[in-house]
Antibody
Framework: EVQLVESGGGLVKPGGSLRLSCAAS????????MNWVRQAPGKGLEWVSS????????YYADSVKGRFTISRDNAKNSLYLQMNSLRAEDTAVYYC????????????????WGQGTLVTVSS | SSELTQDPAVSVALGQTVRITCQGD??????ASWYQQKPGQAPVLVIY???NRPSGIPDRFSGSSSGNTASLTITGAQAEDEADYYC?????????FGGGTKLTVL
């Protein structure tokens, strides 16, 4: 059974830092690209960052570029998100999600999601 | 940056058919994927590709696409289908979600 379990969320002051982790199990982690997606309270989903299976390709949303760093450790089956210079607008539930592409490359999708970890940025 | 536009809210009578739409330029190149999210829960993939359902998703859920518009259709909506629905696609700018559609089953 595929499982994604996020951890590391909590309350942090503006300007502070936090590191999120996502522990993966039930599949060959090193074969899949992974993503972070967030959801502010009462708002919609927002893609944050993605990393390819071997960390060769990394992408960020403009809203977090230069402040957040995605990484992974395939030996530990883990995905990370280092968040620096946090702002109130970064307050959200952060989900990790597994990335897939249809065989004909016509559609990207996230087939498994974790339950999320809440990050609250407040003084 | 790319955008996907969804109607904020849609309602449907129990047992009737409802279509939720998603518009965006990236949909001319890629099929959308669709996610259902119930309060307090993580999103769940319901449709991907041309019209594919993951295991466990009822066949009353279907997807279609035309031009820059993707649609999620629920044929015979059930009370448990009441949820937020998000479309998703990707282009050279990155990955983007629609703003979400709140579906109410009356």
């Amino acid at each position: 059974e595929v499982q994604l379990v996020e951890s590391g969320g909590g309350l942090v002051k503006p300007g502070g830092s936090l590191r999120l982790s996502c522990a993966a199990s039930g599949f060959t982690f090193s074969s899949y690209s992974m993503n972070w997606v967030r959801q502010a309270p009462g708002k919609g989903l927002e893609w944050v960052s993605s990393i390819s299976s071997s960390s060769s390709y990394i992408y960020y949303a403009d809203s977090v570029k230069g402040r957040f760093t995605i990484s992974r450790d395939n030996a530990k089956n883990s995905l990370y998100l280092q968040m620096n210079s946090l702002r109130a607008e970064d307050t959200a539930v952060y989900y990790c999600a597994r990335d897939r592409l249809t065989p004909d490359s016509s559609s990207f999708y996230f087939d498994y999601w974790g339950q999320g970890t809440l990050v609250t940025v407040s003084s | 940056s790319s955008e996907l536009t969804q109607d904020p809210a849609v309602s449907v009578a129990l047992g009737q058919t409802v279509r939720i739409t998603c518009q965006g330029d990236s949909l001319r190149s890629y099929y959308a994927s669709w996610y259902q999210q119930k309060p307090g829960q993580a999103p769940v993939l319901v449709i991907y590709g041309k019209n594919n359902r993951p295991s466990g998703i009822p066949d009353r859920f279907s997807g279609s696409s035309s031009g820059n518009t993707a649609s999620l259709t629920i044929t015979g909506a059930q009370a448990e289908d009441e949820a937020d629905y998000y479309c998703n696609s990707r282009d050279s700018s990155g990955t983007v979600f629609g703003g979400g559609t709140k579906l109410t089953v009356l």
